[in-house]
């Protein structure tokens, strides 16, 4: 097979267009058929847990991965509509050796996306799909009689996810009015009954999927209506799910937005208080602000930043031990409770640090003074000779050396496109700008493919 279906995130695409029930199939059999041959089913017969969100394609992919793996000799468990978060925990806590996830996150309704994830809920190995790649559609000997799997629901998984996450904090949210943006997604039942049943005053809205209005209009991606709902409800804070829950992103009482790096920074700072901060260190990616990186220096707490991607953060935190990650996006990972992004469990811990100090998430998040910053897309170029061209790095050092400690450059690479991103903060936009003119007006220069 030559086509590659497996991104930085499992396989994801317009259903039914790309992601076809064939498809979906075919990897379901080559991904019980790699981990049973590599050990990981031995000696017990296999079960896997499969969840989706409310995107309606995911109830034919659903079925279409159910058959796979029951074709397999795999037993399935269906966890039904739950955040992505929720199927690794249900993933570690039944003892499955392989869960499924269905979804396509934020993007629109029309997309949807199959991850797999290891036993003990975590990512698969890159080097496993690679072989599931591979070992897509070729003939196999297949289980007969009573050796295919069987298949049964597992009803109650709202209220175990639901129960763990209220697990993790140990102060109630009594007194705390909450607006919660479902996305229309994953997280429409879970996540208000979590933030409910640990004391707080629950506003939900978008929280009434119809299988087709997922993202639309609504959640991490769209924060104009939880901004609206939170001053007329006259809320304490509001919350933005995305589709499958694993990021979030808030606003607070004055309905003004509150990014991912801030948050981060609440929960750094808190982790840090109390001795949960692991080598008192936050991993942050190398688009986090530098207003978030100047405020965890002033505060003693070291930032450890890696590439773009909450796979790299992930890594990163597995390899050294760290225990809080996150990016700008609002993806963070609180790796004592979780092993992925987790949006209401973020969302919980925010409020548990708003109840602890009895201080306004305006007041917590103020601790991050953000910079502006500039985003510039430069297309058709040669991406790949961004650190190699001479009168580039002339430029970028000279750029550099004008803003000092004011300011930083960051040129990138696209991972799927020939283009590359130059993103510059300053004391002020207009600088920012200027400087991302300039250096965009280099590269387009020196790296052009015509």
């Keep these: 097979m030559t086509q590659k279906h497996f991104g930085t995130d499992g396989v994801r695409g317009l259903a039914n ?10 990897l379901s059999v080559a991904a019980a058929r790699v981990l049973a041959e590599h050990g990981e089913f031995e000696g017990h017969r296999p079960f896997a847990v499969v969840g989706r969100d409310t995107r309606i394609s995911g109830q034919f992919l659903e079925a279409a991965v159910v058959a796979g793996l029951a074709s397999a000799g795999v037993d399935v468990v269906l966890l039904g509509v739950l955040p992505t978060p929720g199927v690794a925990f249900l993933t570690d806590s039944l003892g499955a050796d392989l869960g499924v996830m269905l979804s396509a996150s934020h993007n629109a309704m029309p997309d949807n996306g199959i991850k797999f994830l ?17 070992r897509m559609g070729e003939d196999w000997s297949r289980p007969l009689g009573g050796d ?22 140990t102060r109630s949210l009594e007194g705390l009015t909450v607006v919660l943006d479902c996305a229309e997604g994953a997280a429409f039942e879970a996540g208000p009954r979590a ?24 959640g991490s991606t769209y924060l104009e209506p939880l901004r ?30 509150v990014d991912g790096d801030q948050i981060l920074a609440v929960l750094a700072l808190g982790m840090s208080e109390t001795g949960h901060l692991a080598k008192n260190t936050v991993v942050a990616t190398v688009m986090s602000n530098l207003g978030f990186v100047n405020a965890m220096k002033a505060a003693g707490v070291g930032v450890r930043q890696t590439k773009v991607g909450d796979r790299y953060v992930l890594e990163a935190m597995r390899v050294s031990g760290y225990s809080l990650g996150g990016e700008q996006s609002g993806h963070v990972i609180m790796s004592e409770f979780a092993t992925t992004g987790d949006g209401i469990l973020t969302a919980l811990h925010v409020l548990e640090r708003m109840a602890a100090t009895g201080r306004s998430l305006e007041d917590l998040a103020g601790v991050v003074q953000r910079l502006p910053q500039v985003l510039v897309n430069v297309p058709d170029v040669d991406k790949s000779r961004v650190d190699e061209d001479a009168v580039l ?44 003119d300039r250096l965009a007006d280099v590269v387009r220069r020196q790296l052009s493919l015509g």
């Design 118 to 134: 290891a036993r003990g809920g975590v990512k698969l190995a890159d080097a496993d799909e690679a072989e599931i790649e591979r």
């Design 228 to 257: 609206k709902a939170v001053i007329e409800h006259g809320a304490d804070v509001g919350f933005a799910l995305d589709g499958d829950a694993d990021r979030c992103l808030a606003v607070d009482h004055r309905g003004e937005v």
């Design 148 to 169: 295919v799997g069987r298949v049964r629901s597992h009803p109650t998984a709202v209220d175990e996810y639901a129960a763990h996450l209220d697990s993790t904090i």
């Design 393 to 436: 790095a002339a430029a970028l050092a000279e750029e550099e050396a004008m803003l000092g400690d004011s300011g930083r450059v960051l040129l990138r690479q696209s991972g799927t496109e020939p283009l590359v991103r130059v993103m510059v903060e300053a004391g002020t936009h207009e600088e920012a700008q200027a400087v991302a």
């Design 17 to 26: 267009g790309h992601l076809t029930a064939e498809l979906a199939l075919d």
């Design 195 to 218: 933030l409910r049943e640990a004391g707080a005053t629950v506003i939900a809205i978008h929280d009434r999927p119809d299988g087709l209005n997922i993202n639309d209009g609504c």
